[in-house]
C-alpha cells in the first residue's frame, strides 16, 4: 500500500540549514532557497486590560525579506534564525517557517489530488540527538506529512557527489555551513567517523567585526561583515599578491558618528585565519580516527568541501596544507545536499538503502 501510494504522493526534500532554507520536489527540481529567517513583531510580557490588541509574535517577513531588514529592524521588531548550528533553537519561530515555505510548495499545480499526503525527506547534522530529532519530525508532521525520513546531511551530500552507495568505497565530506562545520567520512549509505567543529562561516563574520571594531574603532553589521568575507575574504597560505581591497561603513565607536575606511585581502586573513584553522585541524583529527582500509579511497578520491561556507577563497588550500591530501570544493558547493536528495528521490534502491540505514540509527 505505501509503495503505491509513493507512486502518487509528493516526494519533498528540505536541507535545513542554520543559515539557508532549500527545498525541492521531486521530479521538479529546487523549489525554495532562502535564507532561514523569520521577521516577527517582539512578544511583549504584557497582560491585563492595558495589553496592545495587536498580534503578539505575528511574523511580517521570511527569508530574503526577513534578512532584508536585519539589523534595521523597527525596535518592536526581531529577525530570527529559527536555528542554532544546525540544530531547532527557536521551535516556534523554525514551525512558522516551516509551514510558511511548505505552503508554498503545496501551491504547485500537480497531476494528483491533495488527499495523497507527501513524503518528506530531511537533511540533519550528524550529531543531531533524539529529542532534537523528535522536533524535527513534529514540524513536518505538522503541515502533513504522511512519512518524515531523517538523514545525515553528509550522506546526502555524498549521495549528490556521485558515491557508489552499494559499494565499500569512502569519501570525506567537509561541510562547512553558516552555523556549523562537519567533518564526516561516509560508506556504504552511512556515517563511519566523523566530528563536528563550532567554527563555521558565520562566526568568521563575528571574527571580522571584532578585527575591525579593535584595529579601526569602528563598528560594522553582520551583513557588512558577510560582504567583506565573501568579496574579499582569503586564507591561503601563499603570499596574496595584488591583494584586493575595500572600502567599508560603520559607525566610529568614540565619536558615534559614520567613518570609513579601507580593509585590505591580508588584514581579513589575519581576522580568520586562526578560527578557519580549526577546520583544517577537525579534518586531521578525523583522519587520525578512520580506519585505514577507507585511507586509500579517500587518498585517490580526495577530501571533498561542501556548503557554501566552502567558498572561502584558499579554504580547501589550507586543508590540504595541513593534511597533505587533494582537496577540493564542490561544484555548487550548498547544492550538495539538497542535490542529493532529489538523486535519492529518483533512485529507488539508494533511497531504500539510506532508509534502512536511517532507521537503524
Ligand atoms: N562566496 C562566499 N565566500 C565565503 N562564504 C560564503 C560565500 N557565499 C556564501 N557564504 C557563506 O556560506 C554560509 C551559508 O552556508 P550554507 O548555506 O551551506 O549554510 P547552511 O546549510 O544553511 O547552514 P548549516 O549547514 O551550518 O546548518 C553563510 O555564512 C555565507 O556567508
Ligand atoms: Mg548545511
Redesign the pocket.
Known sequence: MDGLLSNFGWDIGV????????IGLKNRGIIVDEP?MVARLKKRRWTGMSAPKQEMGAVIAYGYKAKEIYNREPRQVEVISP?R??IIADLEAAETLVSYYMKMVYEIPSRYPKIYRSRILVGV?AVINDVQKRAVRTIFAKVGAREVILVE?AILAAVGLGLPMDRSTAVMVV????????VNVVSLGGVVVGRGVES???D??VAIANYVKMKYGLLIGKRTA?KI??EI?NVSLKNLKDSRNMVIRGRDLESGLPKSIKMEEEEVREAIGLEVSRVAKAVAQVLDETPPELMEDIVKRGIVL????????GLAESIEGEVGITTLVADE??LQ?IGGILEAMQNKEVFQLIKKVAEMR
Not at 561541510?175 to 562537519?182: A, I, M, N, P, Q
Request: proline residues 5%; negative net charge.
Open positions: 536541507d535545513l540549514g542554520s543559515t539557508n532554507i532549500v532561514n536555528l548550528r544546525g547534522p546531511q561541510d562547512v555551513g553558516g552555523g556549523k562545520t562537519e563555521a562561516s558565520e568568521w563574520d558577510e568575507k565573501t575574504g561542501v556548503g557554501n561556507g566552502a567558498k572561502l577563497k558547493p550548498g545536499v
